[in-house]
C-alpha cells in the first residue's frame, strides 16, 4: 500500500482558506513552494492540513536530518522547555552538554564551539573571528555561493538574489568562481582541465587584493545555487592555496553538517582541516540551532564580551543539539544517507536517460540536483518547466523545492530516516510527476 495520499485538489479546502488569511497578516516574500499547509511531519512523512499525505524530499530547507519529530528530539525538546527556556549567558547544563557532545563528534582539531540560533548568524561569526584573528579585513568566497542574508553572509555570497536592490555589500568583498562543472564559465571539462577555476583564483586575488587578505569562506557544496559539488581534487588544492598563503579558511558546514553528504561532515571526505566550521540546520533537526566550531587558537582571538547571542545556547536548543547527536549515534544516520542515497541516485539516473528535459543528476548521500532544462544540447534552464513539476509532483504525493542559479535545479533531499520502500515509492512519483508533464 502507498504512503502518499492525496485525496483533494490542491490546494485542499482547509488549507485554501489559511493560505488566503495568511495573505492578509504576512508579507509575501518567501520562495515558491507547493499550495499545501503542512500540519504535521513524522520521519519522511508529512500530513498536510486536510489530512493529505505525502512524501517528503525536501526535509523543510535540509533541516529535519533525523525525520520529522522524531520522538527522541521531541521528548527531549518537551522536558527541556518545562524546566528552564532562557537564561542567556549564564550557564545551563544542557549547553556544557551540547558543547561536549559537539566537540566529540568533530575532527579533533576542532576543539571549541560557540552556539547561536542560525545558519547565518554563524556565517558572520566566523567572517568576524577572520578579521579579528589576522586584523585583516578581505575575504574570497565564491560565485553561487549562499551564506545567508545577513549582510556579511550576503557579501560573502555569491548570488544575486539576496544582494540585488540594497545597495553596496561590505568592502573587502573578493569573488572567483567555484566548480560548476555543468556549466564551467572556462567551458572546460572536469576530466581535462587540471582544475583551471583555482589558476584564475590566484589571478582574480593577486588583481583585486589591497594586501589585507583575512581568509575564505566557501560551502561544502554549493546548496542554493543548485546543489553543486566540486570535482575530487578541488577542496584540498583549495586548501594548499589557502596555508600558502597564510589565510584562514572557513567552511560553510550548515547544510552539509550532520549526515546530509553520507558522512557527519562533508570536510571529512577529502580530510580538509579548515580553522572554522558553520553549523545550522541539522544541529537541531527543527530547533533553531547553528555553531560556530574552531580551532582553539583562532576562535580564541575573540575576548571577554566579543561573541554572545540572546537565544544561542538556551537550554532547549542545546537539549535538541544533545539529542540530535545521540540519534545519530544510535542509528548511524549517516550511513542511510550513503545507503538509501545510491538507489535513489540510480533511479535518477535512470529517469535522466529517458527524459529530455534531465540535464544533470549530482550529489552525494542524501543531497541531490537534477537539473531541469529545455534542451539537453543548448543545457537552457527550464525554470518554468521546475516550478511545474513542484505542483504536479505535490498533487501527486510528493514535496520537492527548487533551488538553482537559474531556479531550474529539483532538490533531493529527504530526511536521512528514510528507508528502502519510501525512497522507491518517491522515486516512483517524481518519474510520474516528470511523465505528466511531459504528456
Ligand atoms: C550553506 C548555507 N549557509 C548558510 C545559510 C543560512 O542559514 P539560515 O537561513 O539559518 O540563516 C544557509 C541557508 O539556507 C545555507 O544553505
Known amino acids: 500500500m502507498s504512503i502518499a495520499n492525496v485525496r483533494t485538489q490542491l490546494p485542499g479546502p482547509r488549507s485554501r482558506e489559511l493560505f488566503e488569511r495568511w495573505a492578509q497578516a504576512e508579507a509575501q516574500c518567501t520562495g515558491y513552494q507547493a499550495r499545501v499547509c503542512w500540519d504535521r511531519g513524522q520521519g519522511v512523512v ?75 548568524e554563524a556565517i558572520e561569526a566566523c567572517i568576524r573571528i577572520m578579521k579579528r ?50 556549466r564551467c564559465p572556462f567551458r572546460a571539462k572536469p576530466e581535462t582541465c587540471d582544475l583551471l577555476c583555482l589558476e584564475y583564483l590566484d589571478d582574480a586575488v593577486r588583481a583585486n587584493s589591497t594586501g ?16 553543486i559539488f566540486a570535482p575530487e581534487g578541488w577542496f584540498p588544492r583549495l586548501q594548499e592555496w589557502i596555508r600558502s598563503h597564510g589565510l584562514l579558511f572557513s567552511y560553510d558546514e550548515v547544510q552539509s553538517g550532520f549526515g546530509r553528504t553520507g558522512k557527519m561532515f562533508a570536510m571529512e571526505w577529502e580530510n580538509l582541516t579548515p580553522d572554522l566550521v558553520a553549523l545550522g540546520k541539522g544541529i537541531g533537526s527543527g530547533m533553531p540551532a547553528s555553531a560556530v566550531a574552531a580551532r582553539s587558537d583562532v576562535i580564541g582571538a575573540l575576548g571577554p564580551g566579543e561573541m554572545s547571542s540572546t537565544m544561542g545556547g538556551n537550554p532547549v536548543a542545546c537539549a535538541a543539539v544533545v539529542a540530535v ?115
Request: glycine share 10%; net charge neutral; with cysteine.
Open 46 to 120: 508529512v500530513t498536510d492540513v486536510d489530512g493529505n499525505t505525502f512524501l517528503d524530499w525536501t526535509s523543510g530547507v535540509l533541516v529535519t536530518n533525523v525525520g520529522h519529530s522524531h520522538p527522541h528530539l521531541v521528548a527531549a525538546v518537551q522536558a527541556a522547555a518545562a524546566r528552564l527556556m532562557n537564561n542567556y549567558e549564564c550557564l545551563n547544563e544542557p549547553r556544557v552538554q551540547a558543547a561536549e557532545k559537539l566537540v566529540q563528534i568533530l575532527p579533533a582539531h576542532l576543539d571549541r564551539c560557540f552556539f547561536l540560533s542560525t545558519g547565518s
Open 133 to 182: 584573528k589576522t586584523g585583516k579585513f578581505e575575504i574570497v568566497s565564491f560565485h553561487g555561493g549562499f551564506h545567508g542574508r545577513t549582510y556579511a553572509a550576503l557579501t560573502a555570497g555569491g548570488l544575486s538574489g539576496p544582494k540585488k536592490g540594497y545597495g553596496p555589500t561590505l568592502p573587502g568583498a573578493i569573488r572567483v568562481p567555484f566548480p560548476y562543472c555543468y
Open 212 to 227: 589585507s587578505l583575512a581568509g575564505v569562506m566557501v560551502e561544502a557544496y554549493q546548496g542554493a545555487s543548485g546543489f
Open 325 to 439: 547527536v545521540e540519534i545519530f549515534e544510535r542509528e548511524k544516520l549517516e550511513r542511510n544517507a550513503l545507503r538509501t542515497g545510491a538507489i535513489i541516485r540510480r533511479g535518477l539516473e535512470r529517469i535522466q536517460e529517458k527524459s529530455p528535459w534531465v540535464g544533470d543528476v549530482r550529489g552525494c548521500g542524501l543531497v541531490m540536483g537534477v537539473e531541469l532544462v529545455k534542451d539537453k544540447k543548448t543545457k537552457e534552464p527550464a525554470p518554468d518547466l521546475t516550478r511545474k513539476l513542484i505542483d504536479v509532483a505535490a498533487q501527486n504525493g510528493l514535496l520537492i523545492g527548487s533551488v538553482g542559479v537559474f531556479g531550474n535545479v529539483i532538490r533531493v533531499a529527504p530526511p536521512l530516516v528514510i528507508s528502502e520502500d519510501e525512497a522507491a515509492e518517491s522515486l516512483d512519483l517524481f518519474e510520474k510527476s516528470l511523465a505528466m508533464l511531459q504528456a
